[in-house]
């Protein structure tokens, strides 16, 4: 995850149906703690089929492109030395 984070300025998240609330709570998240901010939101409704026999049914689909924020790199680093600090010293007595 840190070399794609250090590859890449976006990432995009796209949803269909149920999973659309799971998608925008990530987005919700990663923004919240600064470490993103959102460029481009779409959604659309795309016909499924899940049996061939059937006709095909509308689902929703959503789109969130989210870019790094200024302060990314920071906020990771400040994450991993913490991460790194707590396994060194928490389990010594």
């Known amino acids: 995850m840190q070399v794609l984070s250090m590859l890449y300025n976006e990432v995009e ?3 269909l149906g149920m ?6 709570t990530i987005a919700e998240i990663l923004k919240s703690n600064g470490l993103a901010v959102e460029k481009k939101i779409a ?8 049996d061939p026999r059937r006709r095909p049914v509308q ?22 030395e913490e ?7 928490g389990g010594q007595s």
Do not use: Q
């Open 19 to 24: 999973a659309i609330a799971t998608v925008v």
């Open 43 to 50: 959604t659309a409704t795309v016909d499924m089929k899940d």
């Open 83 to 89: 991460r790194d600090g707590g396994v060194d010293g």
């Open 13 to 15: 998240l796209s949803a």
């Open 59 to 80: 689902k929703a689909k959503i789109e969130i492109l989210l870019g790094k924020t200024e302060n990314f790199d920071e906020l990771m680093a400040a994450a991993a």
